[in-house]
């Protein structure tokens, strides 16, 4: 079985600040992970995916298989980065999952 | 169309009562999933297609749930004697192949609330 868990369900930062949204994954393959973002009355949306090794918006994420890690980081927190964040785990048989979620509050 | 369109975007309806709700697709995926979101929850999958044929169905919460896709386009997800657990944002997304090859774009989402 696949498991994606996002710990926090809001997290509040000030502009500026770093941010850093966690997540863990269950998955006993090789997993492809992802992160996926909903602003405010739009749709869900691909932000990035860890095959990629690119920085989206300033985002960056590692895999840490060690850990089971896939967090979300920012160093420099803006206002437009206020939304909901999910990670999602591509384990096989073309089944995304997601976690709970975590929503991201940039305070001025 | 230029993105993934779910209809109708909000529905009421009273318990027991059956709805269908409709996603089509970008055109040209060949791959369509069906996820539902609660309150509280992640999102939750449901059932993905590859053209027509459904290789998972294992989401599926109940025998009252069934979805089908037809001409490798639109789908139907319907519920049948909906109960108020129903109630949640029912959301399709498309993609070329699969999530592993190409990203999966998401559709507006359905509002369903079971009264």
């Known amino acids: 079985a696949q498991r994606v868990t996002q710990p926090e369900k809001l997290l509040s930062v000030f502009k500026g600040a770093p941010v850093e949204l966690k997540c863990n994954y269950s998955y006993s393959g090789s997993p492809e992970l992802f992160w996926y973002v909903q602003y405010s009355r739009q749709r869900l949306q691909l932000l990035l995916r860890?095959?990629s090794r690119e920085s989206i918006k300033g985002f960056t994420a590692d895999l840490n298989k060690g850990e089971t890690s896939f967090h979300l980081k920012k160093p420099f927190a803006q206002e437009e980065d206020s939304a909901m964040y999910y990670c999602a785990l591509w384990g096989g048989g073309n089944k995304l999952t997601f976690g709970t979620g975590t929503q991201l509050k940039v305070e001025l | 169309g230029a993105g993934v369109s779910q209809s109708p975007s909000n529905k009421v309806t009273e318990k027991g009562k059956d709805v269908e709700l409709r996603c089509d697709p970008i055109?040209?995926?060949?791959?369509l999933y069906w996820y539902r979101q609660s309150l509280g929850q992640g999102l939750e999958f449901l059932i993905y297609?590859?053209?027509?044929?459904?290789?998972?169905k294992s989401g599926l919460p109940s025998d009252r749930f069934s979805a089908e896709r037809t001409g490798g386009s639109v789908s139907t997800l319907t519920i049948q004697r909906t109960q108020q657990e129903d109630s949640a944002v029912y959301l399709c997304?498309?993609?070329?192949?699969?999530?592993?090859?190409?990203?999966?774009?998401f559709g507006q989402g359905t509002r369903l609330t079971v009264v």
């Open positions: 860890h095959i």
């Open positions: 055109s040209g995926h060949t791959a």
């Open positions: 297609f590859q053209g027509n044929s459904a290789p998972d």
């Open positions: 997304a498309s993609s070329l192949y699969g999530y592993q090859n190409t990203e999966a774009f």
